[in-house]
Each structure stands twice: as C-alpha cells, then as structure tokens.
C-alpha cells in the first residue's frame, strides 16, 4: 500500500531564513501531492496542490517540487517569519476511484520560526 | 460562513459508553470523511462517503459507525468507547469529482478522552 513519510517531525529555523521541508512516498506516483498546514487546536488547512507534470509550483512565499523519480515533493518557505510556525502536512490521494480516491497523511513537520 | 462544524469541541466519556460526533457542512459538497490524529501517528482515516447514502470503510474502522441520510451531515458515532478510542476528531469534505484532486476542508476538531 501507498505510504508517505516527512522524514522532520520538527525543524527549528531563524526568521529570514528558508524552510525546506521533505515528503516521501513508496510504491506508485501520485497524479498530485497536496500540503496542508496545521495550527494548535485547529483543523488542517489547504495550502497548494502539485500535479505529477508540474516540477514546480509557487505562491506567494511558497514553493512546491515534485519528483517523480525520487518520489519526493520538497516545501519551501522563503523569507520565513514566527508566524508560518506550524505543521506541515503533506497529503496524496491512495489510488483511483472508490474508495482508492482517499487522501492519505504524512505524520506532518513542526517548524519553529524563531525570530 | 460556510464551512464544516463539529459538535462538541472537546468530551470526557466514560469507557463503555456510547457517544456521536457530529459533523454538519454547508457547502454541498459530496465526499465527507472522519480522520482520527493522535501524536506520533498523524492523521488516519475512519470511515468516509462519497456522496449521500453511501459510506465506506477507511484504514482504522474497528469500533466506529458512521451514516449519510443527506449531504450535510455526517455523524461518527462510537457504540461502546474504549481508552484507546481518545483522540481528536477531524471530520473533512470536499467537491470529489472524477479528478479526485480537489483539497479537503476541515473542521476545527472534536478532542475526545475516553476514561
């Protein structure tokens, strides 16, 4: 069955600089790798979606890679301030159709921005 | 505002009792979920449905009902709790269409401690 792991469960970095966080998967290609941010308390939060023809893609301070050859989507925030602190989820869908269109979690990374 | 409400935020239940998780969306969409997240394990999928009327079983179901009379909502519901059924309670929804790459939207959480 399809697996993912982040390989950081938590990744401490100084304001300014750019976090980069790393999702792993086995077995298949995903057609595309979601990430999700989570606060304290609260539920995830969709943040950016990467289809399996896409080697990049970026919003705002955001940037998502996908490698389909390594298996592995890499996250970045650029010019990182206290409050993207959170939880990073990555997420990808365990197959096609029926049930097999379910998302599946990585254990999520704890970044700690420290100004 | 649109979104996904869970009911209650947070319960101590004594183990054998029986308790639902209530969740109710108001953006039509179709697919509904219940994740359970517990430390060091992250998110798992209960029970999940596709559209109203039908449900199907996730990757942790063993002591967990669920039910979809209308497209809104979607109860969890635990017959007889166990210590090991503490946990939070995400319950999730999206628009599934036959692209299966649309996000979740989360609710806030259900923190369940079962004694």
């Known amino acids: ?115 | 505002i649109a979104g996904i409400t869970q009911a209650p935020t947070s319960q101590i239940l004594a183990a054998g009792r029986r308790m639902t998780l209530r969740c109710t969306q108001d953006m039509r969409h179709n697919a509904m979920y219940w994740y359970r997240q517990d430390l060091g394990l992250g998110l798992r999928l209960i029970h999940y449905s596709n559209t109203a009327g039908t449900t199907g079983k996730g990757e942790v179901p063993d002591g967990y009902s669920v039910s979809r009379a209308n497209t809104d909502d979607f109860p969890l519901t635990l017959a007889s709790a166990v210590p090991s059924q503490t946990s939070v309670y995400f319950c999730a929804s999206r628009a599934q269409g036959s692209s299966y790459n649309s996000p979740l939207h989360f609710g806030n959480g259900t923190r369940l401690t079962v004694t």
């Open chain 1, 1 to 115: 069955s399809q697996k993912i792991e982040q390989n950081s469960e938590a990744l401490n970095i100084q304001e300014g600089k750019t976090a980069t966080l790393t999702c792993n998967y086995t077995n298949y290609s995903p057609a595309y790798l979601q990430w999700y941010r989570q606060d304290p308390g609260r539920g995830p939060v969709f943040l950016l979606l990467i289809r399996e023809n896409e080697k990049e893609k970026r919003k705002e301070r955001l940037k998502v890679t996908f490698d389909t050859t390594l298996k592995q989507s890499l996250f970045h925030i650029t010019a990182s301030q206290p409050a993207d602190s959170a939880t990073y989820l990555c997420a990808l869908i365990t197959g096609y159709g029926g049930s097999q269109g379910n998302l599946i979690f990585g254990k999520g990374t704890k970044l700690s921005v420290k100004p």
